[in-house]
């Protein structure tokens, strides 16, 4: 059974920086995208950014490109998304995610087959 368990959130100023990890464990994680999906009060899950276990691609939502990071340690079977710059609007619960189908790196909600529980991020202004 696929287990994925986010840790790292917190509270944090805006212009500061936070790293998420993703512990993966159950699966063979080397076919999977990873990937990192927020949700906001009131708002719909959003994709936020993924990576191919096996050589690494990544993609990443526009709202976050050139702030946040992912990268994934394949011998601790961790995947992390490193933010800096944070703004108010990245406040929301931010869930890991497995696509085991993964052919190309995607952003789209319901590709993803397994989900962490979520951990929350606040950024005040």
């Known amino acids: 059974q696929v287990q994925l368990v986010e840790s790292g959130g917190g509270l944090v100023q805006a212009g500061g920086s936070l790293r998420l990890s993703c512990a993966a464990s159950?699966?063979?994680?080397?076919?999977?995208?990873m990937g990192w999906f927020r949700q906001a009060p009131g708002k719909e899950r959003e994709f936020v950014a993924a990576?191919?276990?096996?050589?690494?691609?990544?993609r990443y939502a526009d709202s976050v490109k050139g702030r946040f990071t992912i990268s994934r340690d394949t011998a601790k079977n961790t995947v992390y998304l490193q933010m800096d710059s944070l703004k108010p609007e990245d406040t929301a619960v931010y869930y890991c995610?497995?696509?085991?189908?993964?052919?190309?790196?995607?952003?789209?909600?319901?590709?993803?087959?397994?989900w962490g529980q979520g951990t929350q991020v606040t950024v005040s202004s």
């Open positions: 159950g699966g063979t994680f080397s076919t999977y995208t």
């Open positions: 990576i191919r276990w096996y050589g690494g691609n990544t």
């Open positions: 995610a497995a696509d085991r189908s993964a052919w190309s790196v995607s952003g789209t909600l319901s590709d993803y087959d397994y």
